[in-house]
């Protein structure tokens, strides 16, 4: 009688591979975008993935370096096209500041181009943006402000030039509601729930959008500065 064929061994799992790298940013991105990251387990994630643990390790790290990472990948391109468009705009401008109209239109096409690009994630990761903003762990907010700090060093400057009677300090109080206004605007649930109920003319018209948002962050940033006096005032309850 012949003896049993020997059980097939299966083939190891490349975990240093570019693919499984991929595979995991892509799963942890939909899973954080469903959870949120203090819900996403490591053993969901591998599942998701079709991964061991060993390849989460070896290509992340920690959970936390992960979550970085699935932000990183869209961040980056995304903050560097404002930059470019910066740059661009400067070097047209010449010795002129760029104006306020102009630097928030560079700060949001890029984002909106991200929304429509299914590919770079789309809708899928500006929710998971939207939990990131609103997640209260320090590291996540840490992260966030290193991310973004080049490009709004840069855009603060502009802003400057452009906005030459607001002192910085409340030029940056300023741009921190700006930069509230453009991540609920795209990332928030309430957001995304308003673009589908718009038109469908007006739902992949980026153009329309900006000329809803832009004017009331112009007015804002704008508007005349508060007297030292009047600053006293309000402090003081009056």
Same mark, same amino acid.
């Given at each position: 009688?012949?003896?049993?064929?020997?059980?097939?061994?299966?083939?190891?799992?490349?975990?240093?591979?570019?693919?499984?790298?991929?595979?995991?940013?892509?799963?942890?991105?939909?899973?954080?975008?469903?959870?949120?990251?203090?819900?996403?387990?490591?053993?969901?994630?591998?599942?998701?993935?079709?991964?061991?643990?060993?390849?989460?390790?070896?290509?992340?790290?920690?959970?936390?370096?992960?979550?970085?990472?699935?932000?990183?990948?869209?961040?980056?391109?995304?903050?560097?096209?404002?930059?470019?468009?910066?740059?661009?705009?400067?070097?047209?401008?010449?010795?002129?500041?760029?104006?306020?109209?102009? @630097?928030?239109?560079?700060?949001?096409? =890029? %984002? *909106?181009?991200? $929304? +429509?690009?299914?590919?770079?994630?789309?809708?899928?990761?500006?929710?998971?943006?939207?939990?990131?903003?609103?997640?209260?762990?320090?590291?996540?907010?840490?992260?966030?402000?290193?991310?973004?700090?080049?490009?709004?060093?840069?855009?603060?400057?502009?802003?400057?030039?452009?906005?030459?009677?607001?002192?910085?300090?409340?030029?940056?109080?300023?741009?921190?509601?700006?930069?509230?206004?453009?991540?609920?605007?795209?990332?928030?649930?309430?957001?995304?729930?308003?673009?589908?109920?718009?038109?469908?003319?007006?739902?992949?018209?980026?153009?329309?959008?900006?000329?809803?948002?832009?004017?009331? @962050?112009?007015?804002?940033?704008?508007? =005349? %500065? *508060?007297?030292? $006096? +009047?600053?006293?005032?309000?402090?003081?309850?009056?």
């Amino acid at each position: 009688m012949p003896s049993p064929r020997p059980a097939r061994k299966a083939a190891p799992v490349d975990t240093t591979s570019q693919d499984t790298k991929s595979r995991i940013l892509d799963a942890a991105e939909s899973l954080f975008m469903e959870h949120g990251f203090e819900a996403t387990s490591l053993r969901s994630l591998t599942s998701a993935a079709s991964v061991n643990l060993a390849a989460v390790n070896y290509h992340f790290g920690t959970k936390e370096e992960l979550f970085e990472a699935v932000l990183t990948r869209r961040l980056d391109p995304m903050n560097q096209e404002r930059i470019d468009l910066l740059t661009r705009m400067e070097r047209e401008a010449g010795e002129k500041p760029v104006s306020c109209e102009k @630097l928030i239109s560079a700060m949001l096409v =890029p %984002a *909106l181009r991200l $929304a +429509r690009d299914e590919k770079r994630g789309g809708k899928h990761f500006l929710k998971v943006l939207g939990r990131a903003y609103a997640d209260p762990a320090p590291f996540i907010r840490q992260f966030l402000s290193a991310q973004y700090a080049e490009m709004i060093a840069r855009y603060k400057e502009a802003f400057h030039r452009a906005l030459p009677h607001l002192s910085r300090q409340e030029l940056t109080w300023r741009l921190h509601f700006v930069m509230g206004a453009l991540s609920y605007t795209l990332a928030g649930t309430d957001a995304l729930k308003l673009f589908s109920q718009v038109t469908a003319v007006e739902k992949d018209n980026d153009e329309l959008l900006i000329q809803r948002l832009a004017p009331f @962050l112009v007015a804002g940033l704008k508007a =005349p %500065a *508060l007297s030292e $006096a +009047r600053k006293l005032e309000l402090v003081a309850g009056d």
